[in-house]
């Protein structure tokens, strides 16, 4: 995918990325990290009671151009673009959530790369418990430290990635995805879902989500969370403190639509 509007410098510019952009799986891994730390995973929109646009051009000027952030679809989406401006291939692939208690259509959307003959799942948009670099999908059953957090991939019975993360102080399934390929047109009716029916957790509560080198801040509601070095300091927001909260900790402008 491609948005006529997307410039490769701005995205850089963006998410403070410095260097050029060499296509290697270290380069991919800082452009991922410096996203991952400047984009929140945000649905300000869904809260606002709009249906989140998949329009490409729509993406670059809400994210580059206003500075927001945005969920799966918008911020792989964007990243997918940098992908395709640096010569990465790369494939949407379909996700099934598995934090729910009942099992979940294959609403989210995570990337796989590939770089001399080796896959690589990417995904800067699974909020809370997203992983924060690349990890290859020949290494299962390993753990992988990133920063504080550790992941691992696995296999399950019916032969579907199983993407697994440490929390407190046990491996919880995160989201199984198979490597069927998926154009950018099959993610609507899931972001539909997500965008408006009851049950989605992006319609019930405020999510928003920002990762730095020591952990992260996650806004769920009106409690707000800060996960540092494996601490967690957590407070409640009231609401005449929203909007000036937004800004300082996440970089947002709450009444910007």
């Known amino acids: 995918m491609q948005a006529e509007n997307f410039s490769l410098q701005q995205y850089f510019d963006r998410i403070g990325f410095q260097k050029s952009g060499k ?14 730390f400047t984009v929140p995973f945000e649905n300000l929109d869904v809260q606002a009671k709009k249906i989140v646009s998949l329009i490409p051009e729509e993406i670059v000027r809400k994210i580059l151009h206003k500075r927001r952030g945005g969920y799966c679809y918008e911020v792989n989406g964007l990243f997918a673009m940098a992908l395709e401006a640096t010569g990465i291939p790369y494939q949407f692939v379909a996700a099934r959530p598995m934090f729910y208690p009942v099992k ?63 929390v407190d102080g046990e491996w919880t399934n995160q989201y199984a995805f198979d490597l069927s390929r998926h154009e950018w047109i099959d993610f ?70």
């Open 23 to 36: 296509a290697d799986i270290a380069t991919i891994t800082d452009m991922m990290r410096c996203q991952l």
């Open 104 to 166: 979940r259509p294959k609403t989210h959307m995570a990337l796989v790369l590939t770089l001399d003959g080796v896959r690589w799942l990417c995904d800067l948009g699974f909020g809370s418990y997203g992983i924060r670099a690349p990890m290859r999908l020949d290494l299962l059953d390993v753990q992988v430290e990133q920063d504080s957090d550790t992941f691992m991939l696995t296999l399950s019975d019916n032969q579907e990635y199983v993407l697994k993360a440490m």
């Open 188 to 257: 609507v009716p899931a972001n539909y879902l997500n965008s408006t029916h009851p049950d989605a957790v992006f319609v019930q509560k405020l999510l928003i989500v920002l990762h730095d080198q020591a952990g992260r801040k996650i806004l769920f509601g009106d409690t707000l969370k800060i996960v540092k070095n494996g601490q967690t300091e957590q407070r409640t927001i009231v609401p005449g403190d929203r909007i000036s909260m937004l800004s300082r900790e996440f970089g947002l402008d709450a009444t910007e639509r």
